[in-house]
């Protein structure tokens, strides 16, 4: 019997709304792992000292919110091919003293999508070019998407995102500026909200033709709270399947269980301890 627990945790700022060391701890419960997940609330001044600390302590990862997803690369040893290419990172490993950033965003996405759609040859239309938009584009390209659609207000990031999916994928991808209400092509496979619309207000829905959201489509958001946003009822209503963001919540976090402790957790009691501490109805 020991008494050291295994270390990680997250570094973000706020922090307090966080509903992510609920469902850590939950698989680290459910696994039987002497671990712990510590959420705290990190500065950007004081993320240096922060990483040095996990360092010091053994610990065996962190991952990274906002404000540091980008930051935090400058303090790595080295980066996974996604985070290299998303140029984020949302989860560290510490092996041997040496940091590697990983993303695990997209790769959640990725997971979760592939419950109801295999990626390989699909048309998928990214709505959003930010971190969450980066990261899911880059992904399903290289998970075999055969297309990427990205569509965004600010055409400086919504290109720049089409142009890195078409040159360093073998997707192809195009940008589709976002001045107007979109309809969503007959071409698509899958459309995702990647943008903040809807995030604490279940009644704003992004800019898009309700109508366009066929019952063929998978109709993905990333909105993780609330879950059942009014893009996602739109969706329902017109019979498309959906995913909620909740999935992809789930699984980026249970990839990084999988690169810090090299066991697979249970995403359903992961899922089930989110929805009780978000106050669903049902997992
Ligand atoms: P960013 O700030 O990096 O990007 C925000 C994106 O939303 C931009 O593309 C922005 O467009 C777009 N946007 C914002 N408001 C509007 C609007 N009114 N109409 C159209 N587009 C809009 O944020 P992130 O990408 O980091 O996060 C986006 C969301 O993803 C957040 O709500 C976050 O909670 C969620 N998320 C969920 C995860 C999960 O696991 N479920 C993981 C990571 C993030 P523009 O460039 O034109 O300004």
Known sequence: MGFLSVLTGSFSSPADDNPTVAMMEAAY???????RYLNVDVSSADLADAISGARAMGWVGFNCSMPHKVAVIDHLDQLAESAELIGAVNCVTIHDGSLTGHNTDGQGFVE???EYRHPGGTHIVVLGAGGAGRAIAVESALAGAARITVVNRNAVRGEALAQLVADRTDAEADFQPW????AVPSSADVVVNATSVGLGDDQALVDIDPDSL???LLVADVIPNPPRTAYLRAAAQRKAQTLDGLGMLVAQGAIAIELWHGVNPDRAAM???LSEVLGLDSP
């Open 29 to 35: 419960e459910a696994a039987g792992l002497d671990a």
């Open 112 to 114: 979760a999508m592939r």
């Open 179 to 182: 001045t107007s209400r979109y």
């Open 214 to 216: 066929r019952p063929e």
């Open 271 to 273: 899922r089930s301890r």
